[in-house]
């Protein structure tokens, strides 16, 4: 009852019903359940195929009709084959199975022997009609797509011919497909001539063809439903073509026209559809358009040539390396960026263009461009060549993708004094997300990392665009800036390339376009330091002071020296992005130096912090916090891996800290917090638990004792069934439920099942009450005016 298509009978409804009746028996009377099973289905005018071909069908069928039953029991099996997953086979075509509505429009019925297959199978007996099945079945009872492609192979001759025929054991082809094109050129004689006369006998001899090819005696050689519907479209187009033309029509051989370039749309002459006309000719211009992808993709061209008032140069933004860009505005008042893609040849075939961009689509990360949709179209026009009018197939491919109010990076670099140093270090911290999100969670490469390609939007948010263009536009690879050692002499390709690019652009970012050309003449550590200086000279105005401007100047150095390690000669010596991220997240994280002198502490002035001696442990944060994609050894992402914990209680309150448990996977994961110097009656609330699959869970560490110097934690964690570990509901968790996590956890790792230990270090901050007097100033003045709208006037 799920099968809907034009082509498919439709089930309406069904009943199974069982009633119980006395019978005699031997002499006896039993009770007897008898069943009852019946198939509501819709009613179809003109019967069966069988009975239309059985009656006087050469004086009955026109052409035009036959056609129209051949294509759509195409369309039908196509929807079977193709169109629903898993696919369905028929197993028993033949003309009783196809019954015709009031329109002649064919439906494929009785699917009693049909079944799910993915591929080949071996059945127990024979199945189908004797007529009807290929020779691999009879012989070896296999059963694949290509049993209704045989099937579907004799029903095309039956309708050709008007009559059962076994023409299919007959090995002259040729003769036989001359034959049938003859006989039927010796019947449209009457009704067509001239040129049209031989499109419809050409149209006989395609479809003559396809049915011998798909009785071919060795399945590997029939055709799939798609290429033979592929072979049959090409057909139509070139009939309406010639009917869009009036007909007029050259009696010469056509030449071949090579793939040409028009404009923003890429053109292509199609060989199959060359009809040249005079010059003269009184013939209108062709504009036919069709669709070439499966389903719609929610844009046509004339949507886009609205929405940008027919690619007016007024609301062009600019070219890049693909194509040119567009300003769009919706009905809605949205605004969007329309991306006419411009190919050197042929370009992407509408399968792999929709494939790829289907995927893109699924793509949301606020550090990447969003598409939101795309256009793939191909019309058809007559254009003069040569002193006469040619077919030509124009496709536009076309990108449509979310506005950003403040363009690329690249067109603001010039600038130096338009970005501070919060909005710099923001764009740098944004990109690397994006260039993240691509290598672990695509498992990507961009391959045209530049500035034009990073674009900015209202918040100054940097957007990694061009997303997937590397693949379409194959053997376009990024550009000489930005291109690393390894790929312009030996052509190499790896995620370095993508780290090399974005050395790059965080040079232009810390340093200016002027300060970037000093670094390939300075060794690295020179030109860090310089960099910093400049920084803290720009800033000796009185902007910054203090802490803030340590900070400021240490995230100068750091980002400097990370894009100087990006850059590296050698590929291997370059950092990936996850250690990238890393740096500057541990930069963050880090605690704040001593108040700067001006400020008035209310304590002794001395803030720091205890961190435990020894090496730092970045492989349980690679692989837990942020392992990529498909690594079966992840179960928790655990965030931060160092506790925070403040040196003392705040008025007899347990001090506490923050975990991030985050659960990608799509099982239950069972965890325990261990500590390794608090014993458990030190903890307040909850040291265990299960996250969710799909889930996030965040835990408070709460000790009624601080932490000692050298203390550290561990979190285990392994995968829980359903049935695992469930929250007492009766009453609070106690030392019972925690054994019972205990031992599940000791329990998994002796039967040798996936359990992760995550070591956590501790972090003692000393805090204080510091009051400085230069940041409190420059508050209230920049705030005064707010506090006296907001506050004062209301009042009044």
């Not at 498919?8 to 019978?23: D, N, P």
């Not at 019925?109 to 993915?118: H, K, P």
């Not at 090819?213 to 055709?223: F, I, S, V």
């Not at 996250?691 to 995968?719: D, I, M, Q, Y």
Request: with cysteine; net charge neutral.
């Amino acid at each position: 009852m799920k099968l809907e298509h034009t082509n498919i009978v439709r089930l309406m409804g069904y009943c199974y019903e069982t009633k119980h009746v006395a019978i005699p028996y031997n002499g006896n009377v039993v009770l007897a359940e008898v069943a009852t099973r019946a198939l509501i289905l819709e009613y179809l005018q003109n019967g069966s195929l069988e009975t239309l071909l059985s009656t006087n069908a050469d004086e009955e069928l026109d052409w035009h009709t036959r056609y129209k039953i051949i294509k759509g029991i195409c369309e039908g099996l196509n929807y079977m084959h193709e169109e629903i997953r898993p696919p369905v086979l028929h197993l028993d075509l033949k003309p009783d199975n196809i019954l015709l509505d009031k329109n002649m429009v064919p439906k494929l019925a009785d699917f009693g022997l049909s079944r799910i297959c993915e591929g080949t199978q071996i059945t127990s007996c024979l199945i189908g009609t004797r007529g009807y099945q290929p020779p691999e079945h009879i012989h070896r009872n296999l059963v694949s797509k290509k049993f209704d492609i045989f099937s579907l192979g004799v029903i095309m001759i039956n309708i050709i011919e008007a009559r059962h025929s076994d023409y299919y054991t007959s090995d002259d082809s040729d003769n036989f497909v001359d034959t049938v094109q003859m006989k039927w050129r010796s019947k449209l004689n009457g009704t067509y001539h001239g040129s049209l006369l031989d499109i419809y006998c050409k149209q006989v001899k395609i479809c003559t063809e396809i049915a011998l090819k798909c009785m071919e005696q060795k399945r590997n050689r029939r055709p799939t439903i798609l290429e033979i519907i592929d072979k049959l479209n090409a057909m139509e187009h070139e009939m309406r073509m010639f009917e869009n033309n009036q007909g007029r029509h050259i009696e010469r051989e056509p030449r071949m026209i090579m793939p040409t370039s028009e404009g923003p749309i890429a053109g292509q002459l199609v060989v199959a559809h060359n009809f040249l006309l005079p010059a003269e000719t009184e013939a209108r211009p062709l504009r036919y358009s069709y669709s070439t992808t499966k389903g719609s993709t929610g844009l046509m061209l004339t949507e886009l040539k609205r929405i940008t008032d027919d690619f007016s140069e007024n609301r062009k933004l600019g070219a890049g390396s693909f194509g040119k860009v567009y300003l769009g505005e919706k009905e809605n008042g949205q605004k969007v960026a329309v991306k006419i893609l411009d190919f050197d040849g042929l370009g992407p075939d509408a399968e792999n263009f929709k494939d790829e961009f289907d995927n893109l689509m699924k793509v949301e990360h606020p550090n990447i461009v969003r598409l939101i949709d795309y256009c793939y179209e191909t019309q058809y026009e007559a254009v003069p060549y040569n002193g006469r009018l040619i077919m030509t197939e124009k496709t536009t491919r076309a990108l449509c993708l979310e506005y950003l109010h403040n363009g690329s990076l690249e067109s603001h670099l010039p600038n130096e004094d338009l970005f501070d140093w919060h909005t710099r270090y923001r764009i740098i911290k944004g990109t690397c997300e994006g260039l993240k999100y691509i290598h672990n969670e695509r498992q990507a490469l961009h391959l045209n990392l530049k500035p034009s390609n990073i674009l900015l939007d209202e918040h100054m948010v940097p957007k990694l665009g061009d997303l997937g263009m590397a693949e379409i536009f194959k053997g376009y690879i990024g550009t000489r800036e930005y291109q690393p050692p390894e790929y312009i002499e030996r052509r190499l390709i790896s995620e370095k390339f993508d780290i090399f690019s974005l050395g790059i652009i965080i040079l232009k970012i810390v340093a200016g376009k002027r300060g970037y050309s000093k670094y390939r003449g300075m060794n690295s550590e020179q030109f860090a330091d310089d960099v910093q200086r400049i920084w803290r000279n720009r800033w000796d105005n009185g902007t910054l002071v203090g802490s803030i401007l340590d900070t400021q100047c240490r995230q100068v150095k750091l980002c400097t020296e990370i894009a100087l390690k990006c850059v590296e000669h050698k590929r291997i010596r370059r950092p990936n992005i996850v250690e990238i991220i890393n740096k500057l997240d541990r930069m963050e994280n880090k605690p704040c130096p001593p108040p700067p002198p001006g400020c008035v502490s209310a304590n002794a002035p001395q803030e720091s912090t205890h961190e435990p001696e020894g090496p730092e442990d970045t492989s349980a944060e690679l692989q837990v916090r942020c392992g990529g994609p498909g690594s079966s050894s992840e179960l928790l992402k655990v965030y931060p891996l160092q506790l925070r914990f403040p040196s003392t209680p705040n008025g007899g309150s347990p001090i506490s800290s923050k975990l991030h448990l985050t659960n990608d996977t799509d099982g239950r994961v069972a965890f325990r917090l261990v500590s390794k110097g608090h014993p458990i009656r030190d903890f307040e609330g909850l040291t265990c638990g299960v996250v969710p699959p799909k889930s996030k869970l965040t835990l408070a560490v709460a000790l009624r004792r601080p932490v000692s110097s050298g203390e550290w934690f561990e979190l285990v964690s392994t995968r829980a069934g359903d049935g695992d570990l469930l929250l007492p509901q009766d009453r609070p968790p106690a030392l019972d439920f925690l054994y019972q996590h205990s031992s599940f956890i000791n329990r998994a790792k002796e039967a040798g099942r996936e359990v992760h230990t995550v070591k956590l270090a501790t972090i003692v901050v000393y805090t204080q009450t510091a009051v400085c007097f230069g940041p409190w100033f420059r508050f209230c003045r920049e705030n005064l005016h707010r506090l006296f709208v907001d506050c004062f006037l209301p009042a009044w």
